[in-house]
C-alpha cells in the first residue's frame, strides 16, 4: 500500500501521566519483572488516515484503546507488530539494538499484510520517545531490559473484505527479565505435528495470526514439560524451521555452523543475521541451508552435531538440550549449554550493553 509522503517530520506531543506508578510500587515489581506481564506508565500513539497519511504523534498515559466493534483489526486480522530492547549502557546511559532493522522489517510485514509503511525514523523517534518518558522503568535485576512493543491494527470501523483506510501505530514498554521461566540450563524441544507457515503465506511477517497459530502446538509443548515447540516445513514435513518464536543454529564440530533458509516461511530474525555475522568473525563457515529433523537426530547420536541453540529478541540466545517427538528423543551434546553458544551470547550481549566496542554500528543510543 502506498504511503503519502510526510511532509516535515512529526512533532510528538506530550500528555503527562495523572498518576503514574507509585516509586514503591515501581521498585517491587523492577526487582522480579519476569517478562510481559508489567508495562511503564505511558505509551505511544501515531495514526494514519489516507487522506492525510501520518499524523497526531502523541506520548500519553498507558491506557485502554477505544476501539468500535465493526473495526477492521477485530474482523480481518490486519495487524503486525516488533519486539525490541532498551539497554542500560555500561557508563549508565541508554541505548537500543539495531532499531533501523526492527523499522524495515515492521515495513516489510506491513506490505505483506496490506497497510501503509510508516517512515523508519518516525519508528524509531517513536521508540525513542517512549524510553525517555519511562527510562525509571529499567529493572534492577541481572540482565534486566526494557521490552519494547511497537504494533500496528486496521482501525476503520467497516465490514467489507478490502485493505482499511485508517490505522494507528502504538509502541508500550514492559520491564522484561528471564524470558524462560523454568530456570533450566538448555531448552527442552517438542517437535509439532502442526505447520506454522507455508509457502506464499505469512510466516515472513511479524503479524499476530502467526502467532494465534502456534498456541495450540505451544500449550501440547508445555503439557509435556517442554519449554518451546519446533515447527517443520509445511510441504514434505521434514525440514526444520523455527521455533514458535525464535530461530535456530546448528554446531558442529568442524567448525561449521548451519541455520535454515528463510525463504518466506521462516520470519528474519534481526539477531539471526547479528549473530552471523558475530559467528563469521570468529571464523566459523555459516550456512544458510535445509536440515532435516532425521539428520539433527543422526547427527547428534554421532557426536558429529555437538550444540544447538535458539535466538531471538526475548531470550537472547538460549541452548536447547533435548528434542522429542511424538516418535523418537535424542539429547544434543551433554543437555547443557555449549561453548560456542555461551561465547556467542557474551559477545552479543557485551555489544547490546556497550561492554565490547561496536564495530558495526549496531547501539543506537539515545541517553
Known amino acids: 500500500m502506498a504511503t503519502p509522503a510526510t511532509a516535515a517530520p512529526l512533532a510528538f506531543a506530550h500528555q503527562a501521566h495523572p498518576a503514574p506508578m507509585a516509586a514503591e510500587a515501581r521498585a517491587q515489581i523492577l526487582a522480579n519483572p519476569g517478562f510481559g506481564t508489567a508495562f511503564s506508565d505511558h505509551m505511544v500513539s501515531v495514526s494514519y488516515d489516507e487522506s492525510k497519511g501520518w499524523h497526531s504523534a502523541e506520548v500519553l498515559p498507558y491506557g485502554p484503546i477505544p476501539l468500535d466493534p465493526a473495526a477492521a483489526v477485530l474482523h480481518y486480522a490486519q495487524e503486525i507488530f516488533e519486539g525490541l530492547k532498551a539497554y542500560r549502557l555500561a557508563d549508565g546511559g541508554i541505548a537500543l539494538f539495531r532499531p533501523e532493522a526492527n523499522a524495515a522489517r515492521f515495513n516489510a510485514s506491513a506490505t505483506r499484510l496490506a497497510m501503509p509503511t510508516l517512515p523508519e525514523g518516525l519508528f524509531v523517534a517513536a521508540v525513542e520517545e517512549l524510553v525517555k ?15 519494547l512493543r511497537p504494533f500496528m491494527f486496521a482501525s476503520e470501523a467497516f465490514l467489507g473484505v478490502r485493505p482499511s483506510k485508517q490505522y494507528r501505530f502504538l509502541v508500550i514498554a514492559s520491564p522484561a527479565g528471564n524470558y524462560f521461566k523454568s530456570g533450566a540450563p538448555a531448552v527442552s524441544l517438542w517437535v509439532s505435528d502442526y505447520s506454522r507457515a507455508a509457502p506464499g503465506g505469512t510466516g515472513a511477517a511479524k503479524c499476530g495470526g502467526n502467532y494465534a497459530a502456534s498456541l495450540v502446538p505451544t500449550a501440547e509443548a508445555f503439557a509435556r514439560g517442554h519449554d518451546q515447540v519446533l515447527f517443520l516445513d509445511a510441504v514434505e514435513r521434514q525440514w526444520i524451521e523455527e521455533l514458535g518464536g525464535m530461530n535456530l543454529f546448528f554446531v558442529f564440530a568442524d567448525g561449521t555452523m548451519v541455520t535454515p533458509p528463510l525463504g518466506g516461511t521462516i520470519l528474519p530474525g534481526i539477531t539471526r543475521e547479528s549473530l552471523i555475522r558475530l559467528a563469521r568473525e570468529e571464523g566459523l563457515t555459516v550456512r544458510e541451508e535445509r536440515y532435516s529433523l532425521a539428520q539433527w537426530q543422526a547427527d547428534a547420536v554421532s557426536g558429529k552435531l555437538t550444540e544447538t541453540f535458539a535466538c531471538g529478541t526475548a531470550a537472547v540466545v538460549t541452548p536447547v538440550g533435548k ?17 560456542l553458544t555461551q561465547k556467542l551470547r557474551q559477545r552479543l550481549v557485551a555489544i547490546q550493553r556497550g561492554e565490547a566496542a561496536d564495530t558495526h554500528g549496531w547501539v543506537h543510543r539515545i541517553a
Open 133 to 147: 518518558a519511562d527510562q525509571d522503568w529499567f529493572p534492577t535485576v541481572e540482565g534486566g531490559s526494557l521490552y
Open 323 to 339: 528434542v522429542t517427538s511424538s516418535a523418537d528423543s535424542f539429547t544434543i551434546g551433554s543437555g547443557g549449554p555449549g561453548q
